[in-house]
């Protein structure tokens, strides 16, 4: 089945330490983003990549990482400079035709929970 | 100003009703336009695309006002299973693969 996965489901956090949150596709789509969720607030973009090697930060980038090395792999580190981390994360890829009506599809997301 | 605003609900609805809500957009210039489903603690799946004569999808139907920047989602002969939270999802055209999300709208169907 192609699809999105993400690992863990759920993290926890100690103040001070970095988390990597894992994301992989097979649905050999080039461009992959990383979304944060917040009670009652929409998503929020925190990074996102349109093809290997190369990303872009989106509105929230501070205080988290990424990496592109694999069309397939894009994970996510929260670091300790970001002070507020408990939320859901999620992350999406999408293919880069192009068109307006290229939409985006969800992996089932981590809950990060900090200690 | 919130670039999507949605009304937050939650819209309680009588099984086999009829429900509709809106969702307005900042950016005149907006060409791409998306309702998302969200269940409690899941993943966003993608439920239509609007287009701009409206779109109908079953039971869904979607409709886009320019001159007034909003879209709408129409809900008929509501089941239990459409208890759920939308999210009213904007490209502008400026910005590509980067969506603006509302934070959603939540329908609560009861028996």
């Known amino acids: 089945d192609g699809g999105i996965t993400q690992s863990p489901k759920y993290l926890f956090r100690k103040e001070g330490q970095n988390v990597t949150l894992s994301c992989e596709q097979n649905l050999n789509h080039d461009a992959m983003y990383w979304y944060r969720q917040d009670p009652g607030q929409g998503l929020r973009l925190i990074y996102y990549?349109?093809?290997?090697?190369?990303?872009q930060k989106g509105d929230i980038a501070e205080g988290y990482s990424v990496s592109r090395e694999k069309k397939e792999s894009f994970p996510l580190t929260v670091t300790s400079a970001q002070k507020n981390p408990t939320a859901f994360y999620l992350c999406a890829s999408s293919t880069r035709r192009g068109s307006l009506q290229e939409t985006q599809y969800f992996g089932p997301g981590t809950r990060l929970l900090v200690l | 100003r919130k670039e999507v605003e949605q009304d937050p609900g939650p819209f309680n609805v009588p099984e086999g009703a009829t429900v509709a809500f809106n969702c307005t957009y900042s950016?005149?210039?907006?060409?791409?336009f998306f309702w998302y489903r969200q269940d409690c603690r899941k993943e966003p799946k993608l439920l239509m695309s609007?287009?701009?004569s409206g779109n109908e999808d079953g039971r869904f139907t979607a409709q886009l006002n320019r001159a007034s920047q909003y879209i709408s989602l129409l809900i008929r002969d509501s089941k239990l299973s459409d208890s759920a939270t939308y999210l009213c999802?904007?490209?502008?055209?400026?910005?590509?693969?980067?969506?603006?999300f509302g934070a959603g709208t939540q329908v609560v169907v009861t028996p």
């Open positions: 950016n005149s210039a907006s060409q791409s």
């Open positions: 999802v904007v490209r502008p055209t400026d910005s590509w693969g980067k969506l603006q």
């Open positions: 990549s349109q093809i290997v090697n190369d990303f």
């Open positions: 609007v287009y701009s």
